[in-house]
């Protein structure tokens, strides 16, 4: 008999003889194009939740509408209309709105990127507003105040010569019926469609608040974000209260222009109500939440002498 040929450990002689695979079967996993339809990532559905732009929670649309659009994690304020404003500060039903009809006209048929007039237009539609302030009086608990409220959806809040009017009528309406006034203020300034119109209005609302001081009738301000310029440069800043809605930015100028007028750094935090709180120039910061509450406090001290006025008149 012969030998056995041996065997290395681990190693054979010769490499065991593999048969290739067909080349017409197709492979066992193929990958196929992903389906944008077929996903199963759930999306979330438009119109019932926003993410927070403070915090990046999302919430829940109708638990922000319940808490007047201030986010319950982190207090940001979203912006709210103008009707939001009234109906959230007035007792139900209370208020009556003077000069509803007021429009602007295009006297100066300013012309741009686009016509002034097709920009009115397009903010009424949106808006529903005939322009960028509601005025009007209403109940706050158990005081009957003079109120004008304005809306940044319109042209950015911008003071023409309706907004301008508006606010001067409400703050002499107040005038003659010996009530407190309240304007609260959302803007980014005049309205340069109306040129030197909407400048002029700077001087009217001012006097008509002037006037209504001499009487000893209170006017509180209420300042929201963003405040700034020709507002912020009038009846915004003529309060003989003046509170903010926190981190509001309030000014006159933008900030790139103030810095490179000035040429120097500006201090954090600059321009926002919290800054403006520490060194005087605004009273109080208050929450929306709390917003009714807190001018109810205010009227009941402020309107003691209008009370003991009608007594002594009467």
Known sequence: MGETPKKTLGLETSEPAVTPPPTDVEKAIEKKPVNPETTRKREIPQGLWTKCPGCSEMIFDRELEENLNVCGHCNHHFPVSAWTRINSLTEP????????????VDTLEFTGTAAYAEKLEKHR???????AVITGSGNMGEHKVALGVMDFGFLGGSMGSVVGEKITRVIEMATENNLPAIIISSSGGARMYEGMFSLMQLAKTSAAIAFHGRKGLPYISVLTHPTTAGVMASYASLGDIIISEPKAMIGFAGPRVIKDTTQSELPEGFQTAEFLMERGLIDSIVNRTGMKKQLTEYLDYLCLNIKNKVKAEA
Do not use: Q, V, Y
């Open 93 to 104: 039903g209370s208020f009556l709105e003077i000069d509803e009809s007021m429009t602007s």
């Open 125 to 131: 539609d949106k808006t529903g507003l005939k322009d």
